[in-house]
T-cell receptor, first 114, second 114 residues
Framework: NAGVTQTPKFQVLKTGQSMTLQCAQD?????MSWYRQDPGMGLRLIHYSVGAGITDQGEVPNGYNVSRSTTEDFPLRLLSAAPSQTSVYFC?????????????FGPGTRLLVL | AQSVAQPEDQVNVAEGNPLTVKCTYS??????LFWYVQYPNRGLQFLLK??????LVKGSYGFEAEFNKSQTSFHLKKPSALVSDSALYFCAVRDVSSASKIIFGSGTRLSIRP
C-alpha cells in the first residue's frame, strides 16, 4: 500500500491564482480530511469527508473548496490564493464508524503564496 | 467543546535522561486521546492512543503516556531519550461529533542533545 499520497510537494503561487492540491489513499478509508499547519497553531481542520459524495467544513474552511467523487481521492481547491494561505497542508484518512480511529497522514504540500 | 493544551513550545533533554511532554485536555464525556509525532519535512505519525482501561498506555518507539483523570492530563513519557527522538509532538483529542475527527494541540518541539 502507498498509504496517503499528496501532490505536489511544493508549490509557489501568485495572489489570485487558483490551484488544486491532490490527495489519494489506497486503504479504502471512508474518512478523509485536510489540515493546514502553521507555526504555533498546530493543525487546523479545513474540510473533511465521511464518504464519497459527503463533505463538511472544519475549523478554517474559508477560501477552500473540496469534493469527494470517489473513496480514494479528496482534492483541495484554492479558488483565489491569498498570502494568508501560505502554509503546509496535510491530508489524512481513517476508517469511519464506531470506535476510536487512528488517522494516517500524507507527507504534506508546502504552499507559498506571493 | 473539546480541546487540548500543550503548555510548552519546546522541551530540551539530554540524551539518556527521561523525558516528559505535557498535555492537558478538556472534554465533555469520556476522553479519547492521542499522541502523534512529526519528523522534519514529514507527515504526522501515530504514536499511541488512550481509549479506556489501564492509565499507562504504551506506544511506538518506546514512548508511553499516562492518563490522569483528576488532573485532566495525558503526558507523554520515555525513560531514556535518544537524539533520534528530536521532533515535533502533538497531543490530540477525539471530537465527540465524529469517531474520526480529532482536534490537535499546538505542538511541542522536543530537542534531545547528545
Amino acid at each position: 500500500n502507498a498509504g496517503v499520497t499528496q501532490t505536489p510537494k511544493f508549490q509557489v503561487l501568485k495572489t489570485g491564482q487558483s490551484m488544486t492540491l491532490q490527495c489519494a489513499q489506497d486503504m479504502n478509508h471512508e474518512y478523509m480530511s485536510w489540515y493546514r499547519q502553521d507555526p504555533g497553531m498546530g493543525l487546523r481542520l479545513i474540510h473533511y469527508s465521511v464518504g464519497a459524495g459527503i463533505t463538511d467544513q472544519g475549523e478554517v474552511p474559508n477560501g477552500y473548496n473540496v469534493s469527494r467523487s470517489t473513496t480514494e481521492d479528496f482534492p483541495l481547491r484554492l479558488l483565489s490564493a491569498a498570502p494568508s494561505q501560505t502554509s503546509v497542508y496535510f491530508c489524512a484518512s481513517s476508517y469511519s464508524g464506531q470506535g476510536v480511529r487512528t488517522q494516517y497522514f500524507g507527507p504534506g504540500t508546502r504552499l507559498l503564496v506571493l | 467543546a473539546q480541546s487540548v493544551a500543550q503548555p510548552e513550545d519546546q522541551v530540551n533533554v539530554a540524551e539518556g535522561n527521561p523525558l516528559t511532554v505535557k498535555c492537558t485536555y478538556s472534554v465533555s464525556g469520556n476522553p479519547y486521546l492521542f499522541w502523534y509525532v512529526q519528523y522534519p519535512n514529514r507527515g504526522l505519525q501515530f504514536l499511541l492512543k488512550y481509549i479506556t482501561g489501564d492509565n499507562l498506555v504504551k506506544g511506538s518507539y518506546g514512548f508511553e503516556a499516562e492518563f490522569n483523570k483528576s488532573q485532566t492530563s495525558f503526558h507523554l513519557k520515555k525513560p531514556s531519550a535518544l537524539v533520534s527522538d528530536s521532533a515535533l509532538y502533538f497531543c490530540a483529542v477525539r471530537d465527540v461529533s465524529s469517531a474520526s475527527k480529532i482536534i490537535f494541540g499546538s505542538g511541542t518541539r522536543l530537542s534531545i542533545r547528545p
